[in-house]
C-alpha cells in the first residue's frame, strides 16, 4: 500500500518547462552560448549543476557557470515566473491524496524560494507533509539526492510504500536510484517512450487524468 506521495514540480504540477527553456535559452545567450531553444529544452528537469555541463565544455562551465545561472535565475524570476500557470485539478488531486491517508511530499530542482511561490500558484501549501528544494541537496536529478531527503522527511515510509509523480526522464532515473518507482505524466512535454524508457510504471497526461483514474491507479493499489 502506498503511503507517500512525491511530486515534482516543473512541468508536473505548474506549466513552466518552455518558460524555464527559454530562460535558460536568453541566459545563455547572453555570455555568447547560443542554443536552439528545443536542445536547451530537453535538459530542463535538471538542476544548474547538471543542466551547464550537458551544455557547456567543463572549462567554461568552470568559468562561467555561477554568473550564468545568477543572471538566469534574475532573469526567471522577473520575465518568467509571473507567467507561471498550475495544471488543471493539482489541488483537487492533492485533496483526494490527503483523503486516502498518504502523505505528500515536494521534491523540486528549483530553488527554495521559487518552490514557495510555485506552492502559491497552485494553491497547494496547507496540503504538504515534507517539501526539499535544490538548496537541499548536493546534486540535482538525476542524481537521487533531493528524492532520498524528501523521504527522509516524509518520515517512517519506505521506499516500497512510497511512489514519485514526474514528467521527465530525469525524475524517473534518480527515483530508481533512491528505491523508488514512478509515475509519469506528459504534460511537461516530453515523449511517453521516453518516460517509459525510464522506468516509469504508468503514464497519464496530467494531474487532472490521473485524478479521473485514480482509483485504478498504482496510487489506489493495496497491496
Not at 516509469?200 to 493495496?222: F, G, K, M, T, V
Request: net charge negative; proline share 5%; charged share 30%.
Amino acid at each position: 500500500m502506498i503511503e507517500g506521495v512525491i511530486f515534482d514540480i516543473d512541468g508536473t504540477l505548474v506549466d513552466s518547462v518552455d518558460l524555464h527553456a527559454l530562460g535558460w535559452q536568453q541566459a545563455l545567450g547572453h555570455f555568447g552560448h547560443n542554443f536552439p531553444v528545443e536542445r536547451v529544452r530537453r535538459q530542463i528537469g535538471k538542476g544548474s549543476d547538471q543542466l551547464l555541463p550537458a551544455l557547456l565544455p567543463a572549462d567554461v562551465v568552470e568559468r562561467q557557470g555561477k554568473e550564468i545561472e545568477k543572471y538566469r535565475s534574475e532573469l526567471f524570476k522577473r520575465e518568467f515566473l509571473p507567467r507561471v500557470r498550475a495544471f488543471p485539478a493539482v489541488r483537487e488531486l492533492f485533496e483526494r491524496i490527503k483523503a486516502d491517508g498518504k502523505r505528500i511530499g515536494l521534491a523540486s530542482s528549483a530553488k527554495g524560494d521559487e518552490l514557495e511561490t510555485y506552492k502559491k500558484i497552485a494553491n497547494i501549501g496547507d496540503l504538504i507533509d515534507a517539501e526539499t528544494s535544490s538548496d537541499d541537496a548536493e546534486k540535482s536529478k538525476p542524481h537521487p539526492d533531493i528524492f532520498e531527503a524528501s523521504l527522509e522527511r516524509l518520515g517512517h515510509v519506505s521506499p516500497e510504500r512510497a511512489v514519485v509523480i514526474g514528467d521527465t526522464p530525469y525524475d524517473a532515473e534518480a527515483a530508481a536510484k533512491a528505491r523508488l518507482r514512478t509515475i509519469g505524466v506528459l504534460c511537461g512535454g516530453f515523449p511517453e517512450a521516453d518516460l517509459r524508457a525510464a522506468g516509469c510504471i504508468a503514464i497519464y497526461r496530467d494531474p487532472a487524468d490521473l485524478l479521473a483514474h485514480y482509483d485504478e491507479s498504482p496510487l489506489a493499489q493495496h497491496t
